[in-house]
């Protein structure tokens, strides 16, 4: 069966402002919704519109639940975040957070399996171009992508225990059982449902047009596609430890956007984030979003939780960790992720990369995936074959925020390489849904910077919610 919380919420719908509307004669609207083209496409803003919301990525499985995680923050012992904060899985709210992280992305994943299977009963004629193959690329891609974050949140890492339960991998909207597999088994089925996507996405996102005699690429950055796809597949593969393919799939972005402004996805551009007007300067590096949610209430968020508004709940780093996360003693304090991504509100200094301010362009948007992650992936797989390259890569990173006059020696062997990513993860993914706490969970480091307890699979695997282990019999 669907886990059983999803059994209550996941929902068919008749268009785009009704998304949430239960019917019980939702068989009769389904076939309704699903009609016409623009149906597939409401049932993918409805996703994505889903996945901004407080439950999942536009707090806890973002700036908040997920990323106080990683302990990039310094947390308010008087404050909400305090029990996640010290990995108190059993404390009532942060058991209620991890039950609502559970429900809303398996509703989501719901949503994603009866848009697949009503593509497969659908005319290919009705779709305009490409859509068809789009439309099941993003919905296949995103079954995937979501599936995989409930693994790197419920199930142990495959180099804690490859042979452990993994998440229920549910491809059919239905009431009937769906067991579970291993953490190996249930990772190849997300690498399965990517490929697919892969190919099916490739129809679309590369396709270019001419403007003024430049070649443009036309690019989604507010939905899963082609590049988007190649990054989970790079960091799915890597989860697993095959680095050859997570290679292959990170080089495909690399190798894609050479140059350091071609169309499509860029480096922030040195203008954009040296404005002097917080609201004219690109502090979360969008040109370098491969996959983001536009996030329509997101000012009332972002200026609470990172701004003197937040009190006890703030989440920052304290100028101390800040300092030290960006090695400011080691005279790396040019870094523009310190420098131009964090600012003053009243007294006190705080993360800014994501503030809301007027008459910005570049509000509300939050990355899921971006380009930067490719290069340390890329570095990773080489560090025991071509570090040299590996160093390079790492490099170029740090040369787009504002280190170019601090590179790493080409002399670096592996250890030293890997100790470096982790200072980068550390530096880049401040506030950015726990990539940091990942970085450690698939490596199963026992240190976690910043917290007093040590990592084990108590503080890695979050525990599955009580109902769906008492009906459906999950354990991990």
Same mark, same amino acid.
């Given at each position: 069966?669907?886990?059983?919380?999803?059994?209550?919420?996941?929902?068919? @719908?008749?268009?785009?402002?009704?998304?949430?509307?239960?019917?019980?004669?939702?068989?009769?609207?389904?076939?309704?919704?699903?009609?016409?083209?623009?149906?597939?496409?409401?049932?993918?803003?409805?996703?994505?519109?889903?996945?901004?919301?407080?439950?999942?990525?536009?707090? #806890?499985?973002?700036?908040?639940?997920?990323?106080?995680?990683?302990?990039?923050?310094?947390?308010?012992?008087?404050?909400?975040?305090?029990?996640?904060?010290?990995?108190?899985?059993?404390?009532?709210?942060?058991?209620?957070?991890?039950?609502?992280?559970?429900?809303?992305?398996?509703?989501?994943?719901?949503?994603?399996?009866?848009?697949?299977?009503?593509?497969?009963?659908?005319?290919?004629?009705?779709?305009?171009?490409?859509?068809?193959?789009?439309?099941?690329?993003?919905?296949?891609?995103?079954? &995937?992508?979501?599936?995989?974050?409930?693994?790197?949140?419920?199930?142990?890492?495959?180099?804690?225990?490859?042979?452990?339960?993994?998440?229920?991998?549910?491809?059919?909207?239905?009431?009937?059982?769906?067991?579970?597999?291993?953490? #190996?088994?249930?990772?190849?089925?997300?690498?399965?449902?990517?490929?697919?996507?892969?190919?099916?996405?490739?129809?679309?996102?590369?396709?270019?047009?001419?403007? %003024?005699?430049?070649?443009?690429?036309?690019?989604?950055?507010?939905?899963?596609?082609?590049?988007?796809?190649?990054?989970?597949?790079?960091? &799915?593969?890597?989860?697993?430890?095959?680095?050859?393919?997570?290679?292959?799939?990170?080089?495909?972005?690399?190798?894609?956007?050479?140059?350091?402004?071609?169309?499509?996805?860029?480096?922030?551009?040195?203008?954009?984030?040296?404005?002097?007007? %917080? #609201?004219?300067?690109?502090?979360?590096?969008?040109?370098?979003?491969?996959?983001?949610?536009?996030?329509?209430?997101?000012?009332?968020?972002?200026?609470?939780?990172?701004?003197?508004?937040?009190?006890?709940?703030?989440?920052?780093?304290?100028?101390?960790?800040?300092?030290?996360? @960006?090695?400011?003693?080691?005279?790396?304090?040019?870094?523009?992720? %310190?420098?131009?991504?964090?600012?003053?509100?009243?007294?006190?200094?705080?993360?800014?990369?994501?503030?809301?301010?007027?008459?910005?362009? @570049?509000?509300?948007?939050?990355?899921?995936?971006?380009?930067?992650?490719?290069?340390?992936? &890329?570095?990773?797989?080489?560090?025991?074959?071509?570090?040299?390259?590996?160093?390079?890569?790492?490099?170029?990173?740090?040369?787009?925020?504002?280190?170019?006059?601090?590179?790493?020696?080409?002399?670096?062997?592996?250890?030293?390489?890997?100790?470096?990513?982790?200072?980068?993860?550390?530096?880049?993914?401040?506030?950015?849904?726990?990539?940091?706490? @990942?970085?450690?969970?698939?490596?199963?480091?026992?240190?976690?910077?910043?917290?007093?307890?040590?990592?084990?699979?108590?503080?890695?695997?979050?525990?599955?919610?009580?109902?769906?282990?008492?009906?459906?019999?999950?354990? #991990?």
């Amino acid at each position: 069966m669907l886990p059983c919380v999803l059994l209550m919420t996941a929902f068919i @719908f008749a268009s785009c402002n009704d998304w949430l509307d239960v019917d019980p004669k939702s068989q009769i609207k389904e076939e309704k919704h699903f009609s016409r083209e623009g149906g597939f496409k409401d049932q993918l803003t409805g996703i994505y519109t889903k996945m901004t919301t407080q439950d999942m990525y536009g707090l #806890n499985m973002g700036i908040g639940f997920v990323e106080v995680l990683s302990h990039t923050y310094d947390i308010n012992p008087n404050g909400t975040w305090r029990y996640v904060n010290d990995f108190d899985y059993t404390n009532s709210t942060v058991e209620a957070t991890i039950a609502s992280i559970w429900s809303n992305t398996y509703n989501c994943i719901a949503n994603c399996n009866i848009l697949l299977r009503n593509l497969e009963e659908a005319d290919p004629k009705m779709f305009t171009g490409y859509n068809y193959h789009i439309y099941r690329g993003e919905a296949l891609g995103l079954r &995937a992508f979501l599936h995989f974050d409930l693994m790197r949140l419920f199930a142990c890492a495959p180099s804690m225990n490859g042979n452990a339960p993994g998440v229920p991998y549910v491809t059919e909207y239905s009431t009937d059982i769906v067991g579970q597999k291993s953490v #190996n088994e249930t990772m190849q089925l997300i690498i399965n449902d990517l490929r697919e996507a892969h190919d099916e996405l490739a129809l679309d996102t590369l396709d270019t047009y001419d403007y %003024l005699g430049s070649q443009i690429i036309s690019l989604e950055r507010n939905s899963f596609n082609y590049f988007a796809c190649c990054a989970t597949l790079a960091k &799915a593969y890597l989860w697993m430890g095959d680095t050859q393919n997570a290679l292959k799939y990170a080089n495909e972005i690399i190798d894609w956007n050479d140059g350091r402004y071609s169309p499509g996805y860029s480096w922030v551009h040195p203008t954009s984030i040296n404005a002097t007007n %917080l #609201n004219e300067r690109d502090c979360a590096f969008t040109t370098e979003h491969l996959f983001q949610l536009n996030i329509s209430d997101w000012e009332d968020t972002a200026n609470y939780y990172f701004k003197q508004d937040g009190g006890v709940n703030v989440l920052t780093p304290s100028d101390a960790t800040a300092d030290n996360i @960006f090695e400011v003693d080691a005279g790396l304090g040019t870094d523009y992720r %310190l420098i131009k991504c964090f600012a003053q509100d009243g007294e006190r200094r705080y993360v800014a990369k994501f503030w809301y301010n007027d008459g910005s362009t @570049f509000n509300n948007r939050y990355p899921l995936l971006r380009f930067s992650e490719a290069f340390y992936i &890329a570095a990773e797989c080489l560090k025991n074959t071509n570090s040299q390259k590996a160093v390079e890569l790492i490099n170029t990173v740090r040369e787009n925020r504002g280190l170019q006059l601090e590179p790493l020696s080409k002399e670096l062997n592996a250890e030293q390489i890997q100790n470096e990513i982790y200072k980068e993860y550390r530096k880049e993914f401040i506030a950015e849904h726990g990539e940091l706490f @990942f970085y450690y969970k698939r490596l199963n480091i026992n240190e976690i910077k910043g917290a007093s307890i040590r990592g084990s699979k108590s503080v890695f695997v979050l525990p599955i919610p009580s109902n769906d282990q008492e009906f459906g019999g999950y354990s #991990n």
